[in-house]
C-alpha cells in the first residue's frame, strides 16, 4: 500500500516535470536552459523509479496510468529530434518494438477481432447467398474461382515485379488501416472490416469450389506474416484513437501526441515484416513447391515471429541518488 506521506513527497516533482514540459510546448528542448534539461532528465529516471513502486499497489492503477502518461510525453521531449544512429536502428527492432508490441497488444488483439469477426460473417454471408460472392469479388475472380483455378498464375511469371507490387501494396494498406485512425479509429475499423469481410467471401468461395487446400496452401507460407503485420497497424490506428477520444488527465493534443508517438514506433516496427511476407508471397505461396513445403514455411516463419516478439526485455529504470 503506498503511503500518503510518500505520495505528499513525490507529487511535487511530477508536477515540476508537467511545469517544464507545458513551458517547452512547440519550441521542444530549445525553450529550456541547460539547468532545466539535467533537472528534467533526473526527474525522469526517478519518477520511472516511482512508476515502478506504484504499479506493485493494485489500488494505485489510476496513478501508474498518469505517471505512464508523464513519461511517455518526457521521453518524447527528450528524444526527439536526436540524430539517428545505426545501432538506434538495431535497438529500435531488438528492443523498443518488441516491448512496444507488449505494451499495446490489447489494441492489435481488438484489431484482430474486427477482421475475423467479418469474416466469418463473410463466410455465412456468401455460403447462404453466392450472388453475394459475385457482387464482391467480381465476376472475373468467380469466373476463374468456379473453374477451379487460382488467381495467383500471374505472380508466378513475374515473380520479382509481382513480389514489389505486393510489397508496395501491403505496405499501403497497412499504413492506411494506422494512418485512418486520425479518423476517430472509424476508417481503421471499416479497413479492418472490410478486408476481414473479403477474407472471409473468398475462403467460402473456395470451399465451395472444392479448392480449400489450394487457398489455405497459398495464403498460409506469408499469411502467418502479413496478417498479424495488418492487425499490429490496425492496433495503431486503434491506438491514435484513444489518444483523440479518451485523453483521461491529459490535454488531447498532448494525449494524441502520446499515443500517436507509441503508434508510429508501432507501424515502423512492421515494416521488415511485410517486406518479408512479400517476398514470401512472390516467391513461395504461388510456385508449384509441395504443399508441405509451403506449410512448413509458415510454421517455421510463425515459429520465428513468435520468437521475436516474445523477446520482452522490461528495463529497470537506473538508480539514481534521492531528489
Known amino acids: 500500500m503506498i503511503s500518503t506521506s510518500w505520495l505528499r ?30 533537472e528534467l532528465a533526473l526527474l525522469y529516471r526517478q519518477t520511472a523509479s516511482d512508476l515502478a513502486t506504484i ?8 496513478l501508474a496510468h498518469y505517471l505512464n502518461q508523464l513519461l511517455g510525453r518526457t521521453h518524447n521531449l527528450i528524444y526527439m529530434g536526436r ?5 538506434g536502428i538495431v535497438r529500435f527492432y531488438r528492443e523498443t518494438f518488441p516491448q512496444i508490441f507488449h505494451d499495446t497488444l490489447p489494441y492489435t488483439i481488438a484489431a484482430a477481432a474486427i477482421f475475423f469477426v467479418l469474416a466469418a460473417a463473410g463466410m455465412m454471408m456468401a ?35 509481382a513480389s514489389s507490387a505486393i510489397m508496395t501494396n501491403n505496405l499501403s494498406v ?21 478486408n476481414g469481410l473479403l477474407f472471409g467471401v473468398v475462403n467460402a468461395a473456395c470451399w465451395q469450389a472444392g479448392m480449400s487446400q489450394q487457398l489455405l496452401s497459398f495464403v498460409a507460407p506469408h499469411g502467418v506474416i502479413e496478417l498479424p503485420a495488418i492487425f499490429i497497424a490496425g492496433g495503431g490506428g486503434l491506438l491514435i484513437a484513444k489518444g483523440l477520444l479518451f485523453p483521461g488527465t491529459l490535454p488531447r493534443r498532448a494525449s ?7 503508434a508510429v514506433r508501432l507501424v515502423v516496427g512492421i515494416i521488415p515484416m511485410l517486406i518479408v511476407a512479400g517476398t514470401i508471397e512472390g516467391f513461395v505461396s504461388p510456385s508449384e513447391l509441395p504443399v508441405w513445403v509451403k506449410y512448413s514455411v509458415a510454421a517455421g516463419m510463425f515459429v520465428l515471429l513468435l520468437l521475436y516478439v516474445k523477446r520482452k526485455t522490461p528495463k529497470q529504470a537506473p538508480a539514481v541518488s534521492p531528489i
Open 55 to 62: 504499479r506493485e499497489d493494485d489500488s494505485s492503477r489510476n
Open 174 to 194: 497497412s499504413f492506411t488501416t494506422f494512418a485512418l485512425g486520425i479518423t476517430a479509429g472509424l476508417g481503421t475499423i471499416w479497413m479492418l472490416a472490410l
Open 256 to 262: 494524441l501526441v502520446l499515443e500517436g508517438g507509441r
Open 127 to 161: 455460403t447462404v447467398d453466392p450472388g453475394f460472392q459475385r457482387y464482391l469479388l467480381g465476376s472475373e475472380m468467380m469466373d476463374t474461382i468456379e473453374k477451379r483455378q487460382m488467381w495467383t498464375h500471374a505472380v508466378v511469371t513475374m515473380k520479382p515485379l
Open 83 to 87: 540524430r539517428s544512429k545505426a545501432w
Open 9 to 38: 513527497k513525490r507529487r511535487p516533482y511530477w508536477a515540476r516535470i508537467d511545469e517544464l514540459l507545458t513551458r517547452s510546448g512547440r519550441s521542444g528542448v530549445r525553450a529550456l536552459t541547460h539547468p532545466e534539461l539535467q
